[in-house]
């Protein structure tokens, strides 16, 4: 196995336009397009790029699980 075989990726939805300033649809969307991005998602992590702000509610979380909980 290579090294590459071994690596961890790190996702990044954006903090402030999306996750602050976008709706819960705009969450769904940018995570689902993201997600759809990679074949290989067995070592993949998505989160948000830096830091998570404090108008992300709990609707966004929701929409922002919804999607990757659909694709287990």
């Known amino acids: 196995m290579t090294?590459?075989?071994?690596?961890?990726?790190?996702?990044?939805?954006p903090p402030r336009d999306v996750l602050s300033a976008g709706?819960?649809?705009?969450?769904?969307?940018?995570?689902?397009?993201l997600h759809d991005s990679i074949?290989?998602?067995r070592r993949v992590i998505i989160s948000a790029g830096g830091f998570i702000p404090a108008q992300?509610?709990?609707e966004k979380i929701a929409?922002?699980?919804g999607v990757l909980a659909k694709s287990v």
Do not use: H, K, M, Y
């Open 3 to 13: 090294d590459r075989q071994w690596e961890d990726l790190l996702g990044n939805i």
């Open 23 to 33: 709706t819960p649809a705009d969450v769904n969307q940018s995570v689902a397009r």
């Open 39 to 41: 074949s290989d998602r």
């Open 56 to 58: 992300f509610s709990a």
């Open 63 to 65: 929409s922002f699980c």
